[in-house]
């Protein structure tokens, strides 16, 4: 049996480092443009990775509280079925 590496499917812990050294390599050295214009270029690359990271975790956040309501929600009336709709699906 193959050994699997200890790190395999974990994902970089700082992926922004890695873009920033692409941003850096790409505007100052192959564009040459000049420190101050790289540096706003790269302000607003990080803020959008953060908007992106507050974005994702919001949407698991709320993902994880709409399946916890329907993991605990239990079936009610004469009629129980073992599918339990959401409260929003009912006209």
């Known amino acids: 049996m193959q050994d699997v590496p200890r790190d395999a499917g974990q994902v970089h812990p700082h992926p922004e480092v890695f873009i ?6 790409y505007f100052g050295v192959l564009l040459r443009l000049e420190p ?5 270029i790269l302000l607003f690359s990080l803020i959008g ?3 992106s990271y507050g974005v994702a975790w ?3 956040r709320i993902n ?5 309501r ?3 929600a239990r079936p009610r009336g004469p009629r129980r079925s073992p599918c339990t709709p959401s409260r929003s699906s009912r006209g």
Do not use: E, Q, Y
Request: charged share 5%; glycine share 12%.
């Open 20 to 25: 920033g050294l692409v941003i850096l390599l």
């Open 36 to 40: 101050m214009r790289v540096l706003i």
């Open 49 to 51: 990775i953060a908007g």
């Open 58 to 60: 919001f949407g698991m």
């Open 64 to 68: 994880t509280f709409a399946n916890s």
């Open 70 to 72: 329907t993991a605990f």
